[in-house]
C-alpha cells in the first residue's frame, strides 16, 4: 500500500539539547519515536541506541523469516539488553532509559508497539483515536480508578514514566495489530507534543490543513504552547 510519511524534531524552547530520536525507514516500512531519559548524555544515548537497534533488526535480511510480532519484541529486547549493558559499563550513563513508540508495515498492516509515553495516534477523518497506552504513573493511576482523567491534566508530575527501554534489562512491550486503510493516518509522537497540545487541536489540525503540511504545523503549535520539552512528531499517511 503506498503511503507517504513525514517526520520532524525540535529541542523546544527549555531544553539544552534534544533526547528524542527517530527513525524513518521507508524500505523496510518501519518507522520509530524514542524519548530518552537520565542525565549527562544519558536519554540521548539511549533513544539513539534504540532506534539504531530497530534499524538493524527490522532491517536483517532474515528479518522476513519471523512474524512482524516477533520482529518487534526481538527489536525491542535487542535495545533494552543494549541499552542496559552500556549502562552498566559507563557510570555516567546509570540509570538511563527511552520509551519508544514503533509501527511496522507489512503485508498491508500496521503493526504498533510501545513502551513509555509516546504515542500513537490514528486519525480517520474527522477523529483522532490514541492507538497506544501510556506507560506512565498518571494512567495507572486512571486506570486504578484513583484519578479521574480531569484531575489527571491538573497534576505535575505527569511524565513519570512506568516503563521504558533499557532501564532494566529485559521490557516488555504492548504490540497490536492494525489493518490500514486508504486514507488513514497514523501520527507517532514524544510527549513534548501531547504535553503541550490537546487531542481536540490535534484533529483540528488534521481536519483543516492538507495531511503534508501538518508535522510543521504540530512543532509550531507546540512550541506557541510553551515548547517545555523536546518535540517530535512523524505522520504516515495511506
Ligand atoms: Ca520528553
Known sequence: MRFQVWCLTDKGLKRQGNQDSFLVDEKVGVFVVADGVGGHMGGEVASAIAVETVREVAGHVKAHQFSPKEVLLQAYTEASHRI?????QEPRLNGMGTTMVMAYLREGKLFIANVGDSRAYLYRK???WQVTEDHSLINEQIRLGLLTEEQAKKTIGKNVITRSVGFERDVF????????????????????????????RMSQIFNEQPIDKTTPLFIENAL??????????LVLSF
Not at 542496559?84 to 552498566?88: E, G, I, L, V, Y
Not at 488513514?184 to 514524544?190: I, N, R, Y
Not at 506557541?224 to 512528531?233: K, L
Open 84 to 88: 542496559f549493558d552500556r549502562a552498566t
Open 173 to 200: 512491550p504492548d504490540i497490536m495489530e492494525r489493518e490500514v486503510s486508504v486514507g488513514d493516518t497514523f501520527l507517532l509522537c514524544s510527549d513534548g507534543l501531547t504535553g503541550m497540545i490537546t487531542d481536540e
Open 126 to 128: 474527522p477523529y483522532v
Open 224 to 233: 506557541a504552547n510553551g515548547g517545555d520539552d523536546n518535540v517530535t512528531v
